[in-house]
């Protein structure tokens, strides 16, 4: 079993920058893809960003050129710096973990963080 652990979220204004960190502990390798996603309310929850265990990321068209997502391997966190947030990012944002070391953005993952909360007010 894998437990993610998210924290970083708050409240924010357009423009401004928070940084997500989830912590994973348990039976995982520490190279296995993982992800962020987020859920606004009304709408079905979305890829933001990836990184192979390899380090090879995925952005969405949205957040491309805004946010970052990184891993320490070391300390088994993965990071989601969002810069130049805009009230369209409001949403709760989730971590994952893939079964695989190559990310299959199309792929479920097969565990999930609790989830922090972003809002971005105009």
């Known amino acids: 079993q894998v437990q993610l652990v998210e924290s970083g979220g708050g409240l924010v204004q357009t423009g401004g920058s928070l940084r997500l960190s989830c912590a994973a502990s348990g039976s995982m390798s520490s190279t296995k893809a993982m992800g962020w996603y987020r859920q606004a309310p009304g709408k079905e929850r979305e890829l933001v960003a990836g990184i192979s265990g390899g380090g090879s990321t995925y952005y969405a068209v949205s957040v491309k050129g805004r946010f970052t997502i990184s891993r320490d391997n070391a300390k088994n966190t993965l990071y989601l710096q969002m810069n130049s947030l805009k009230p369209t990012d409001t949403a709760m944002y989730y971590c994952?973990?893939?079964?695989?070391?190559?990310?299959?953005?199309?792929?479920?993952?097969?565990?999930w963080g609790q989830g922090t909360q972003v809002t971005v007010s105009s």
């Open positions: 994952a973990t893939y079964n695989t070391i190559v990310l299959v953005t199309s792929a479920p993952p097969v565990f």
